[in-house]
């Protein structure tokens, strides 16, 4: 799918109240959970590709299994790469086909973060795909850097001159959400929400979506979220699926004998998460 294609899945979800997912994927199984659970509900799909994972698969082997997925299933499934912060990278995403990157280099000064976003949205652009950005950090577990006391809320006046300077798609902006569970409860500022919302009139996006809950997911997307990520859970149903599966069927057990559960583990989650965002029957 294209940029075209893309933004107007973003628009649909502002228009309709809803927002997109995007799981965090790591191999061919959770990806086909992704996949098929969107099927399943009629739902677009974003499938999120950390580059971390670029340690152990290449980037290029990723984008032939998003791209052929994509074209398999009768919904849209759309190729994503979170929380990448190389230019040089989402470059390559690009030209690899990934139709969705995101430049996070919300740890940098301001200036820097719209000058690389300012970079890589010129190149996306122009060969079709689509950008995220960040502004803010989101807290937990992550590579973004630490932050002082809430410093980790986006600036109203940041997002607004990042948006205007850089022609980004879509914007991430922390609010006070984490990767990982939680320790205790979200504390999330749907104040600063509202008030970026009113500025900007881009797609906003929602990190950590992992242990918020259903409600405050709901709210937020009324105050401006269109995507929602959502990683650790689905990689928690993976892992302990598997532990389980194994645990039942003993060592001399092979990846197919299991993978079937293991999956069905993965869609209940993914199943969840978009009713939540109210992401059904949209495809
Ligand atoms: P969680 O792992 O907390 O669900 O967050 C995922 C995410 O935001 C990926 O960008």
């Known amino acids: 799918m294209n940029q075209c ?4 899945l973003f628009r649909r979800a502002k228009e309709g109240c809803y927002a997109l997912n995007a799981f965090n ?12 659970a969107a099927q399943e509900l009629r739902a677009p799909v974003m499938v999120a590709i950390h580059p971390e994972n670029f340690t152990q698969l290449p980037l290029e082997i990723y984008a032939a299994l998003g791209r052929e997925m994509a074209e398999r299933s009768d919904v849209p499934v759309i190729l994503h790469l979170d929380h990448c912060q190389d230019v040089q990278v989402c470059k390559a995403a690009v030209d690899c086909g990934f139709p969705s990157v995101m430049l996070d280099a919300s740890a940098l000064p301001l200036e820097k973060n719209i000058a690389a976003v300012k970079e890589v949205a010129e190149y996306a652009h122009a060969r079709g795909s689509i950008v995220e950005a960040e502004i803010g950090r989101i807290k937990g577990v992550g590579y973004e850097g630490g932050y002082e006391g809430d410093d980790y809320l986006a600036r109203v006046a940041d997002c607004v001159r990042l948006v205007e300077e850089t022609g980004v798609d879509t914007l991430a902006v922390g609010i006070g959400t984490a990767h990982g569970y939680y320790e205790g409860e979200p504390h999330l500022s749907f104040e600063r929400l509202q008030e970026i919302h009113r500025a900007i009139s881009i797609p906003l996006v929602l990190h950590g979506g992992t242990g918020i809950a259903g409600e405050d997911v709901r709210r937020c997307i009324a105050e401006g979220i269109c995507k929602v990520n959502v990683g650790t859970c689905i990689a928690s149903a993976y892992m302990n699926g598997m532990k389980a599966e194994l645990e039942r069927f003993g060592e001399n057990a092979f990846i197919i004998d299991l993978i079937g559960t293991v999956k069905e583990g993965i869609k209940k989650e993914v199943r969840e998460w978009i009713r939540t965002c109210g992401g059904d029957k949209r495809a």
Request: glycine content about 6%.
């Open 25 to 36: 994927c790591a191999d061919v199984w959770d990806m086909s959970a992704v996949t098929a």
């Open 5 to 8: 294609g893309v933004k107007e």
